[in-house]
DNA sequence: CGTCCTATTGACCTCACTCAAGAATAGTGG
DNA sequence: CCACTATTCTTGAGTGAGGTCAATAGGACG
């Protein structure tokens, strides 16, 4: 239901569409954010033996369908995406959100077939890569092959953050890792780590989180209402990032032990809407 | 505190202790389950370049520390550890159980440290490469290469498993995936998919899922009385596999959904302790 | 035999899920 | 450009699930 109305990728981009798509510098940017490669590196990067394909996704579009064989692999250019898994039972479990530099489709190398469905959050751009160009582009470009590794190896950090993200006991706090979990990966890619723009939506957090979206909503406000950040819309800016690290921090136990006033008569005449200054949009 | 009387795995191992170490065939498999190499094939595995060294690791001993530089990776030959990740507050957060086949200490490939603590659960044997080893192998035996870049690989389907572990809503359910995704390991290993025997403690599982570890015990009670499983201490036997998967199969809504005399009306008549069936210990 | 750890069970109470309704925003089509 | 519509977001009320605290029993180990 959700991918009733998906508009489906097309895999041969028209000419138009890839011109805009094709910038001279292409920083390019593993996971966790190492470096794949330095602007301008692309074009030596895998010269000779395949060219990558850049390619837009369209809003919504799915670049990867769970299941499917896989056949290529990604590195996003511009744009954010989101990797879900479907249960039996119909819902949709976010496991990680993808941006730009982040590499997509090597969940299929160990299975051959893609173990969860990318949907693009927004219009985006991706370099599409032939899994079968990768051996031998690793053989011909030691540099390539080294970066690939450690991208991998870096899915062990992934898995460590995610247990950290899901092991905090209440919704504030799990919503607090979040936002500090997005403010590290938006600093890491040269944007503001205190100003985020939140791509995907509060059912997305909840479905990444486990929570209801409801909670998502009351989290935020109530973070808000504690002066930790402000809040309008999807763009949320961090007012008190070393106060929401030690909220964070406290994976179990009552949050005020941590943070004694924490949400409770903590600037409470923070009207998160009425305020003046969260008119960003 | 968890670490105060853990002894230190010793690097050198004695010659007794490496004897019954090195037995004719060594299954090595990896993460999900995917054999590096069969039987007997470990004798060329990595002969041109380096000896796998084979260590002993004691009960509660750490094999790796979280932080400390990565200097080899392991491949568990026999016995169970724990990975965990400890947060700022002191909290354990258990990220995974490794068995037998799998490997260890990857997760400094990228970072070049290691991203958790590994301790051994029970008496343990492993095996053990340094990691400077690693490229030169790779190099020199291409069937090592691709099961390595698979097993990196694999770790997306670890991914997913956690996020599908932890989005369930409900301690009955977490638990039954948690038995679920146990009782499928073990059957990879060639062992009982319905007779588990637990090599960690019911706080550990806790701390994977999430939990209260009174939750674990509750939820387990629960599961024995509404017939899915007999659980003796930490030997457990899975009495309806079909029913216990439908019982998983829903993440999120009320209990009853999917199953919907599940936990109520069925089979209350099963005394766990009193059932002399369970006397397996 | 004493001590520590693990496991279980009970009582209490907070918290988050569910259901429900309203407001705001975005997207669509005239 | 504006109206209409669908989706997203927010807020409220009620309730059930699970966390915390606490006590007990059983086992392992020294």
Excluded at 71 to 100: L, N, P, T
Excluded at 112 to 128: K, N, P
Excluded at 156 to 177: F, K
Aim: net charge neutral.
């Amino acid at each position: 239901m959700l991918e009733s109305h998906a508009r489906i990728l097309l895999p041969a981009p028209s000419p138009e569409a890839l011109a805009p798509a094709a910038p001279a510098t292409i920083p390019i940017v593993s996971g966790p954010g190492e470096r794949w490669f330095g602007p301008g590196e692309l074009a030596h990067w895998s010269a000779p033996v395949a060219a990558p394909v850049p390619c837009r996704a369209a809003r919504q579009s799915v670049l990867l369908h769970e299941g499917a064989p896989a056949h290529s692999f990604y590195i996003v250019q511009a744009g954010d995406f989101k990797v879900s898994r479907m249960a039996e039972d119909g819902y949709e479990q976010v496991i990680a959100f993808a941006g730009a530099g982040d590499a997509l489709g090597l969940d299929g190398l160990a299975s051959g077939c893609h173990l969860g469905t990318v949907e693009a959050l927004q219009d985006s751009i991706v370099y599409a890569l032939p899994l079968a160009d990768l051996h031998a582009l690793r053989a011909a470009n030691a540099t390539f092959d080294r970066r690939l590794m450690e991208s991998l190896g870096a899915r062990w950090e992934c898995m460590g953050d995610m247990a950290w993200l899901m092991g905090a006991l209440g919704a504030d706090r799990r919503t607090a890792r979040f936002l500090l979990q997005l403010s590290r990966t938006m600093a890491r890619r040269g944007m503001s780590a205190r100003r985020l723009r939140l791509a995907m939506s509060r059912r997305d957090i909840a479905a990444h989180l486990g929570l209801a979206h409801e909670s998502i909503s009351r989290a935020m406000t109530s973070l808000a209402m504690a002066g930790y950040l402000r809040v309008y819309g999807r763009e949320v800016e961090i007012m008190d990032m070393d106060g929401l690290r030690q909220l964070a921090a406290n994976t179990r136990g009552h949050a005020c032990d941590g943070a004694p006033a924490a949400l409770r008569d903590r600037a409470p005449a923070h009207a998160v809407r009425d305020d003046p200054a969260c008119a960003m949009h």
